[in-house]
């Protein structure tokens, strides 16, 4: 087993379909690592009420009907995943506040949420969590797609910026690869940028050292629109999982730089694991 300085896992679960994959997967994730499952349901705070106030919300009655729900189905992963240490809590009150200060306070070593199935006009109305919590937590971070259930890890593709011949942020990757013989595609949209092209054999014999386990080469695709070039690549490889190193812009930063992030939460078929940029 691997031995992590925080052994545990944090998932939200809001009884949807895609919460439960996400559940699944990553009940898989901490039996493999030796980890402990922190399963996290918040029931939100009712912000639109009646006009003629014929409904009181009473939110002691639903905390414990969903504290009565999640022992149901924490008794069933546990049949599952016999051995399993399965911690749970129901919350409530905004949805994003509470995940947010509930990853901070755990500091995890991943936190996974579902990626519910929405249409644009849900997403212009309502939000979307995952997009949301990208710039606001720390920990790596795995957003489920609403069609995954299961999970396996033999097609890994990292969405390489070409600013770094780096790989050392890839070793939570290592640490989730159980099997040897994986493929890691590095993929990366060019313009054909000098600074990019000088560092291309450097990283790869990087990408090889550092996962010497495991098969690895580098894609690169003419195009200028980062967002579609990638999406295009993912629907011919159909990788099992996307990694995407998300950096650290201040305010003014963020004014010109567009969050790849959240553009692949949105477009990504396949799991995807955001991985933060140190503070340091």
């Known amino acids: 087993m691997i031995n992590m300085y925080n052994k545990t896992i944090f998932v939200a679960h809001d009884f949807s379909k895609a919460s439960k994959n996400a559940i699944n997967i990553a009940a898989q994730f901490a039996e493999n690592l030796n980890a402990r499952l922190y399963v996290y349901n918040v029931i939100p705070v009712a912000l639109l009420s009646d006009i003629e106030n014929s409904y009181v919300f009473n939110p002691d009655e639903a905390i414990k009907r969903n504290t009565t729900l999640m022992r149901r189905m924490i008794?069933?992963?546990?049949?599952?995943?016999?051995?399993?240490?399965?911690?749970?809590?129901?919350?409530?009150?905004?949805?994003?506040?509470?995940?947010?200060?509930k990853i901070a306070e755990i500091k995890p070593w991943l936190a996974i949420l579902g990626v519910k199935k929405r249409n644009a006009?849900?997403?212009?109305?309502?939000?979307?969590?995952?997009?949301?919590?990208?710039?606001?937590?720390?920990?790596?971070?795995m957003a489920i797609p609403n069609n995954y259930s299961k999970f396996k890890l033999n097609q890994v593709v990292y969405a390489w910026d070409g600013q770094s011949s780096d790989v050392e942020h890839l070793s939570?990757?290592?640490?989730?690869?159980?099997?040897?013989?994986?493929?890691?595609?590095a993929l990366n949209v060019t313009h054909y940028d000098e600074k990019t092209q000088?560092?291309?054999?450097?990283?790869?014999?990087?990408?090889?050292?550092?996962?010497?386990?495991?098969?690895?080469?580098?894609?690169?695709?003419?195009?200028?629109?980062?967002?579609?070039?990638?999406?295009?690549?993912?629907?011919?490889?159909?990788?099992?999982?996307?990694?995407?190193?998300?950096?650290?812009?201040?305010?003014?930063?963020?004014?010109?730089?567009?969050?790849?992030?959240?553009?692949?939460?949105?477009?990504?078929?396949?799991?995807?694991?955001?991985?933060?940029?140190?503070?340091?």
Do not use: W
């Open 121 to 141: 006009f849900d997403r212009v109305v309502f939000g979307d969590v995952c997009s949301d919590l990208v710039d606001l937590v720390d920990v790596p971070f």
């Open 198 to 280: 000088n560092l291309v054999p450097k990283f790869k014999l990087n990408l090889k050292k550092f996962f010497y386990k495991h098969k690895s080469h580098v894609v690169q695709l003419i195009g200028l629109d980062n967002k579609q070039a990638v999406n295009n690549a993912l629907l011919k490889i159909k990788p099992d999982l996307l990694v995407v190193y998300s950096h650290r812009y201040n305010f003014f930063q963020k004014l010109f730089h567009a969050s790849f992030s959240k553009k692949a939460i949105q477009f990504s078929k396949s799991p995807i694991l955001i991985i933060k940029e140190s503070k340091e």
């Open 75 to 101: 008794a069933t992963v546990r049949k599952q995943h016999k051995g399993l240490t399965i911690v749970f809590e129901v919350d409530y009150g905004l949805v994003i506040p509470l995940l947010t200060n």
């Open 172 to 185: 939570f990757i290592r640490k989730l690869l159980v099997n040897d013989g994986a493929q890691i595609t």
